[in-house]
């Protein structure tokens, strides 16, 4: 069974610095990843896809990184915005396949200082 | 583009009652859609997978008997929490896919359900 595991799940940093988030899954056999974010009460808005085939998504200030063989995925933003503020969710395919519903990570509650 | 709306955005019932919530694909056609459930401080899980015009998938523990999913057409589907109880206030949020090369999931901004 696919479980996402996100680190750190909380992270609190001053406006302007650079950041990593951790995300990492128990079955490699995916055939995408996606990262989300999440603002209080509300839906999801999806930031980055990565197709198993690929290493790497950029979005404006954010990078998205897949190491499939290890388990892995990071997010990356540049010049953290307050705007930023929320939690980020990685998820990939419950069975693998693309068609499939998502498992989510329990995400990263992400806090830019002003 | 890729555009999902949910309705209600908020609802309340009693306990006993029926609550039906809608999940529309705006400007796309949406080949599959699934059903997930968010309880507070929880990350999302899926309730659900529904493709047009056939009978729902649910996942395991999730009762198919109380949680109806309609998928009557390539641009609706509704799920209808039937004799809600208080343990079935959550966050219900939709998701749709056209399928493709990428399989995306564009993500409704989901429905708050209180049970009283």
């Known amino acids: 069974k696919q479980e996402v595991t996100q680190i750190p799940a909380a992270l609190s940093v001053p406006e302007g610095e650079n950041l990593v988030l951790n995300c990492s899954f128990t079955?490699?056999?995916?055939?995408?990843l996606q990262w989300f974010r999440q603002d209080p009460g509300k839906g999801l808005t999806s930031l980055l896809l990565?197709?198993?085939?690929?290493r790497e998504q950029t979005s404006g200030r954010l990078n998205a990184s897949l190491d499939k063989s290890s388990g892995r995925s990071t997010l990356y933003i540049a010049a953290s915005q307050p705007g930023d503020s929320a939690t980020y969710l990685c998820a990939v395919p419950l069975s693998g396949g693309g068609a499939d519903g998502l498992t989510f990570g329990k995400g990263t509650h992400l806090i830019i200082q002003p | 583009g890729a555009v999902v709306s949910q309705h209600p955005s908020w609802v309340i019932c009693k306990s006993g009652t029926s609550v039906k919530i809608e999940c529309r694909s705006l400007?796309?056609?949406?080949?599959?859609m699934f059903w997930y459930r968010q309880f507070p401080k929880q990350s999302l899980m899926l309730m659900a997978t529904?493709?047009?015009?056939?009978?729902?998938?649910?996942e395991q523990g999730v009762e198919k008997d109380k949680f109806l999913i309609n998928h009557a057409s390539l641009t609706l589907s509704t799920l209808t929490v039937t004799s809600a109880h208080p343990e079935d206030s959550s966050f219900y949020i939709c998701?749709?896919?056209?399928?493709?090369?990428?399989?995306?999931?564009?993500f409704g901004p989901g429905t708050r359900l209180t049970v009283t």
């Open positions: 400007d796309f056609q949406a080949t599959t």
């Open positions: 529904s493709n047009e015009g056939s009978k729902a998938t649910y």
């Open positions: 998701s749709a896919s056209a399928g493709g090369f990428d399989y995306e999931q564009y």
């Open positions: 079955d490699s056999a995916i055939y995408n």
């Open positions: 990565i197709q198993s085939s690929q």
